[in-house]
């Protein structure tokens, strides 16, 4: 399509590579995702959206930078949706689940950093994120070492603000993240133009909960057995919540959770029932990270959950709706923020709950544990979720890996024999 060439030129990419980088992911969506069998109908618009993330997506956020609106990148789920749009601007997320310009990277940040942050250092010096090229500010968090000392470097290429991210639950964090909330929005109100009036972030908040309860209504679903999805295609769902248009991506969800319902209704699902139930849980998966998902189910197991921020960690809790103030309203949100169960916090026996509920819940036979190589908050956390799930007798297979295929193999055979074991 030329019109989209002359966009991606507009944006400087490296417009060879970025042909590249398109044809390899459009070669690996195949093999992984049109390769299954009796898939739901709702998927083709996910198919839809995957297919145009570069082109039509990237369309509409030209448009609407046209429009005067801004465009907001972020790496994490604790950075507040509902404030961005209650500014009027556009919340995207950015983190990338593919190796791509490593070389470059491993200039800026040292060897021993794990793939995820690598991969968005890379595909910026690379130039070839649209998405990166089309944001006016870069919202980063302290949360682990890596991204936070990343984040100093690549300052130095896009402009960023930093969110401070507490590391402990206390009172004292709390309110130092309240502080962070307002800071946030300053900086928003600054960037727009716009004052954040109630009514705005109370619509802010319906759009985000709204969008959340979609995806809690999707993962309530996957207990039935058969599975109804793919942990596959649930996992690029909740890929696809990171970047679509809010209302547009939680209008598609419902209706394919209709259509879950109506395949639950008649017993069907996409594996036989009775086929070995994983439930997937650690570091976030994100586009197109597919490869340990497409091992498992490739390993005669189906996964029927995603605990990790590009899943539940990021659904499972509302914004209350009640409060009719600015203050009540931030307040609100900054405890549910403050629910996160994410492992740079410490401690974070929350989780350990959360987990082994989870699976519990979802009737998973086993839970495989998913840490990036040199994540050390996901590895460490590893043994204890591992200790945790001993006590209520669910099996664990902890993985750690990154974006090379070069470990499939090996990895295959593993999950291969847990699935044998469960
Ligand atoms: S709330 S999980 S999105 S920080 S994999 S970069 S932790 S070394 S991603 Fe996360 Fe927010 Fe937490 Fe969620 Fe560091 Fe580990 Fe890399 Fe990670």
């Known amino acids: 399509n030329p019109a989209y060439t002359a966009m991606w030129e507009k944006l400087n990419l490296d417009i060879p590579a970025h042909d590249g980088l398109l044809e390899v992911l459009g070669k690996f969506y195949g093999d992984i995702y049109m390769s299954q069998q009796g898939r739901l109908q709702g998927m083709e618009y996910l198919d839809f959206v995957l297919s145009e993330v570069h082109g039509l997506r990237i369309q509409e956020l030209q448009q609407a930078k046209e429009q005067g609106k801004k465009i907001i990148g972020t790496f994490c789920v604790f950075v507040p949706e509902e404030i961005t749009l209650a500014a009027g601007a556009v919340h995207v997320g950015l983190c990338s689940g593919a190796d791509a310009g490593t070389e470059e990277a491993e200039k ?39 991204k936070k000392k990343a984040y100093e470097a690549f300052a130095e290429h896009v402009p960023m603000h930093v969110m401070e991210v507490p590391n402990t639950k206390s009172d004292a964090a709390r309110d130092l993240f309240k502080t962070e909330v307002l800071r946030y929005m300053q900086a928003l109100q600054q960037l727009t ?28 679903l996957r207990s ?36 879950m319902e109506e395949r639950i209704a008649r ?19 994100a586009v197109p990270n597919w490869k340990l998902p497409y091992i ?33 309203m931030i307040d609100a949100l900054v405890d549910r923020y403050m629910k996160i169960d994410c492992a740079c916090f410490t401690p974070n026996t929350e989780r350990l709950h959360n987990v082994t509920a989870m699976a519990q819940e979802l009737k998973a036979d086993g839970i495989v544990h998913y840490a990036l190589k040199f994540c050390q908050p996901y590895a460490h956390e590893a043994f204890k979720i591992e200790k945790a799930a001993r006590e209520k007798d669910i099996p664990v297979l902890s993985v750690e890996t990154d974006y090379s295929m070069e470990d499939a193999e090996q990895l295959k055979t593993r999950v291969e024999a847990f699935v044998e074991m469960v």
Do not use: W
Request: charged fraction near 20%.
């Open 296 to 328: 498992m189910e490739s390993s005669g197991a189906v996964i029927v959950g995603e605990e990790s921020c590009i899943g539940t960690r990021n659904t499972r809790d509302l914004v209350d709706e009640s409060q009719e103030t600015l203050d009540g």
């Open 193 to 220: 133009g716009t004052a954040i009036t109630p009514q705005a972030l109370a619509s802010g908040i319906r759009a985000v909960n709204a969008k959340r309860r979609a995806l809690q209504r999707l993962s309530a």
């Open 267 to 285: 017993k069907e699902g996409i594996a036989p029932a009775g086929t070995p139930r994983l439930l997937l849980s650690g570091c976030p998966m």
């Open 224 to 259: 039935a057995d058969p599975a109804p999805i793919s942990g596959r295609d649930a996992l690029l769902i909740n890929q696809v919540s990171f970047y679509d248009d809010p209302e547009r991506f939680t209008h598609s969800i419902n209706a394919l959770c209709d259509q």
């Open 108 to 146: 800026l940040v040292p060897r021993n950093t794990c793939a995820l942050i690598k991969s968005f250092i890379g595909f910026k010096l690379a130039r070839l994120c649209p998405f990166t090229e089309s944001c006016d500010l870069v919202v980063g968090e302290t949360t682990c070492d890596g």
